[in-house]
């Protein structure tokens, strides 16, 4: 069982997972949303999140993403796409044993701030893993 949390403690939540995915994220909206300059996250079944507390929730225009952070401290608690209506994608620091993550790549490669040097083994997708093969 995972749990986690934000800032203050207003916003919890619960997985029993599985873990459907595991890594880090270098696109430009995942960066200004989380003001670091890569994301760690993990997609789980959207239907077995259990939430505790109230969140705002942040649209793109075109209304397919939805960004969902605390109302009381703005931590971000979770992305959620219409591309993948079954799953929540949950952030590795918000995680009450944050050692419990296993990132398994990197995504949007592509868009990695050159200031960030990276000496790991994981593949490397320059978008998302749906959409591109890793760099050789
Ligand atoms: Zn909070
Ligand atoms: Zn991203």
Redesign the pocket.
């Known amino acids: 069982m995972m749990r986690g949390r934000c800032l203050c403690g207003a916003v919890t939540w619960v997985s029993g997972g599985p873990v459907l995915w595991a890594g880090h ?1 270098h ?1 430009d ?2 960066r200004r949303a989380t003001g670091a300059p890569f ?1 760690s996250f993990f997609g789980v079944p959207r239907a077995g999140v259990t939430w505790t507390g109230e969140m705002s929730k942040r649209l793109t225009s075109n209304g397919r993403v939805r960004r969902l952070f605390c109302k009381a401290c703005g931590t971000q608690m979770a992305y959620q796409s219409d591309g993948w209506p079954d799953e929540t994608h949950l952030y590795a620091a918000s995680l009450e044993d944050p050692a419990q993550f296993k990132p398994e790549a990197h ?2 490669y592509a868009e990695k701030l050159p200031w960030v040097e990276l000496r790991d083994e994981l593949p490397r997708y320059p978008g998302s893993a749906d959409a591109t093969e890793p760099l050789p």
Request: proline fraction near 0%; hydrophobic fraction near 0%.
């Open positions: 994220c696109c909206s995942c994301t995504y949007h």
